[in-house]
Every structure is written in structure tokens, then in C-alpha cells.
């Protein structure tokens, strides 16, 4: 009677070891979604089989989209981080969000300078992976403005600027942009700077500028 009792003990916890694994694999039949967020995509057909690994369903987390835009490298140095986006759509619906990324490298196709926006869309404003347009937010910048005659030649920008005791220095230019006959400079010289205008090859850096003459007057009596 012992040893039928120790087989039947036997049989019982095999039978609970069974229905582990039975409450195992229904356990894996179960497919929970790591996030909240609106299922876009499903399975069409009714008893397909699936592979380890390939995705079942596509969701997607609407209430704050990422937008992807590119910029030149010349507007790129310009926008910091957390700068302020606003996106508006085809429909002209707007929404607003924050620059997330400046990538550090640009595209090696396009030379543009890829960047990243995370855009609040809670009210769902905006329709995920359309089409948009992006203005960003970007602190003013102080430009001073010379002809471009003041130029000298040579491969950088440079200027004559008139120093202590009238002599001449030269001046690197640090150029934002060109313009029809002007230069706009973010720094190389200050807005009280006395530039020389069309140097030419008469003027070089440590000359002495000419002490000007007086005025000639007429005596006159009475």
C-alpha cells in the first residue's frame, strides 16, 4: 500500500508538472503590447503561421511624434537644443515641440545636418508620417555690415583696421553671409572700428596713416 502510495504521489506531482506547462503555453499565447498606443497594423489572415521574431503588430504612441527634418550647415550652428519647433501640416493643423537632436555629422549625400523634434500631438492634431513643415525658433543674432571693397586679398576674409597711434592692423573676419556689395561679420571687428576702405595694395598691416594737414584760412582785417 506504501509503494502505491508513493507511485500515485509520483503521478500527481507529474500531473501538476504538466499543467505548469500547460498554464505555461497559454501564457505565451497572450501578446501584451510593451506601451499604450493605437494599433495601425494586424495580422489579415486566420491561421498563418509566425516565426520567432517577426512582429505580430505595429502601434504606435501618438500622443508625442518625432519629427525629422534637415537643415544646412549654416542654419544647423544655429539651433541649440530644446529650441522651440512648430510644425504645421498640409491640413494646416500646428503643433508645437522641442529640438531633441543636432546630429554632429552631416549627410554624406545631401550635406545636410540631420535633426530631431519631439512634437506634442495629445490632441492629435497631427497625422504620424506625413509630410510637414517646420519653422524653429532661434535666438536673434547681432551683425555688423561691410562693403565688400574693404576686403583684402587672399584666401580668408580679412580688413585693415586703423589701431593705436594710427597704425594699421589686420583683422580676420569671421563672415555670416554675403550680400549684394556687403559682407555680414559676426565678429573680427567692433562697431567703433575705423576700417580702411579699398586698401588696395597701398595700404598693408603696420603702416602709419598720414597725419592730416590743417585747414588753410585767410587772414582778414578790419
Not at 135 to 144: C, D, F, G, N, R
Not at 155 to 164: C, D, I, T, W, Y
Amino acid at each position: 500500500v506504501q509503494g502505491q502510495a508513493s507511485v500515485s504521489a509520483a503521478a500527481i506531482s507529474q500531473a501538476l508538472a504538466a499543467a505548469g506547462a500547460v498554464e505555461a503555453l497559454k501564457a505565451e499565447t497572450t501578446v501584451v503590447a510593451p506601451m499604450t498606443g493605437v494599433v495601425i497594423e494586424a495580422p489579415t489572415s486566420i491561421g498563418f503561421l509566425i516565426s520567432p521574431g517577426a512582429p505580430l503588430f505595429k502601434i504606435e504612441n501618438l500622443a508625442t511624434l518625432r519629427f525629422v527634418g534637415h537643415l544646412t550647415e549654416r542654419d544647423a550652428v544655429k539651433v541649440m537644443k530644446g529650441a522651440v519647433v512648430t510644425v504645421t501640416s498640409e491640413a494646416g493643423r500646428t503643433a508645437t515641440g522641442a529640438v531633441s537632436l543636432v546630429l554632429g555629422s552631416a549627410d554624406p549625400l545631401t550635406r545636410r545636418v540631420p535633426i530631431e523634434a519631439l512634437v506634442d500631438n495629445k490632441e492629435s492634431r497631427l497625422f504620424a508620417g506625413s509630410l510637414v513643415d517646420a519653422t524653429i525658433a532661434i535666438a536673434p543674432e547681432s551683425l555688423l555690415s561691410l562693403p565688400l571693397t574693404a576686403l583684402l586679398t587672399g584666401e580668408e576674409p580679412a580688413v585693415l583696421v586703423v589701431g593705436s597711434e594710427k597704425k594699421l592692423e589686420r583683422r580676420v573676419l569671421k563672415v555670416a553671409e554675403t550680400r549684394t556689395g556687403v559682407i555680414l561679420i559676426r565678429s573680427g571687428v567692433s562697431a567703433t572700428d575705423r576700417v580702411v576702405d579699398s586698401p588696395g595694395t597701398a595700404w598693408r598691416a603696420g603702416d602709419t596713416l598720414p597725419v592730416p594737414k590743417p585747414a588753410a584760412t585767410t587772414a582778414s582785417g578790419g
